[in-house]
């Protein structure tokens, strides 16, 4: 099997589809949402109705747990809370319920998918360094466990040590575990404003990292026309 693995959509898209249209042409025969859907940009809905068409496995960001609930915003930066109320406005009561009822972490055949991390999933941390990762492995199971949250394509490696590798292509090697960030699809943060995310080969065990050009003017302009703080468009192309 190519499972193509994908987060942090974030209501982009113009990069979900370059996403989709890619992983189509490097042979794709499935895919894994990461979760973070919606969120920041400006087509929440359309977004949500492409992974919904897509009938695969979807676990849950925090973005899509915010715009499925009526949580406090208190804690979130003020660009964060702003889209998350204006998302809240456009969505269906049912695509509420389906945001809110998504499960935090999934085994899908022999490998996990978790948002944010394996330890404490329900806290949304960040993992950025080897430490953080320690806390992740100490609950992963699988060999191989892929996320996002941080929206920076990383691999963290445990073999007799933690440590971190380029997040180029891998090959997966027996008695090693891997914590494997796809990057983000609709908010990169990285510095490329390119969309990323992963090929895992489940035949020959090789994960590839994928960027992707989309149409950024495009995105953009929506959210400017949406009312949507202009911090959010420029981000993109700045990759931050
Ligand atoms: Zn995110």
């Known amino acids: 099997m190519r499972i193509a693995l994908f987060s942090d959509i974030h209501a982009n898209l113009e990069a979900l589809d370059a996403v989709l249209a890619d992983a189509a042409a490097q042979g794709c025969d499935s895919h894994i949402c990461l979760g973070d859907i919606v969120g920041y940009n400006a087509d929440p809905v359309a977004c949500i109705e492409r992974v919904q068409a ?14 499925g609930s009526d949580s406090s915003l208190e804690m979130m930066n003020s660009n964060a809370a702003e889209a998350i109320r204006w998302t809240r406005e456009q969505l269906s009561p049912e695509q509420r319920t389906w945001l809110a009822r998504l499960r935090l972490v999934r085994q899908i055949q022999d490998f996990t998918v978790v948002h944010s991390t394996l330890d404490q ?7 950025t360094n080897k430490f953080d990762a320690m806390a992740n492995f100490s609950y992963q199971v699988t060999s191989v466990c892929f996320y996002g949250h941080t929206h920076v394509p990383r691999v963290f490696v445990s073999d007799n040590r933690v440590h971190e590798v380029p997040a180029e292509s891998i090959v ?7 914590f494997i960030n796809t990057g983000a699809v609709g908010q990169p943060r990285d510095g490329d404003w390119r969309a990323s995310y992963c090929i895992y080969d489940t035949d020959r065990k090789t994960v590839h990292f994928r960027r992707i050009e989309y149409d950024i003017q495009t995105a953009q302009a929506k959210i400017i026309a949406a009312g949507l703080p202009e911090f959010l468009a420029e981000r993109l192309a700045q990759g931050r």
């Open 54 to 67: 897509l009938g695969c496995p979807v676990i849950k960001g925090n973005h899509d747990q915010d715009s």
């Open 121 to 127: 999933p329900t806290s949304w941390n960040y993992v």
């Open 172 to 178: 997966i090697e027996a008695e090693t575990k891997y």
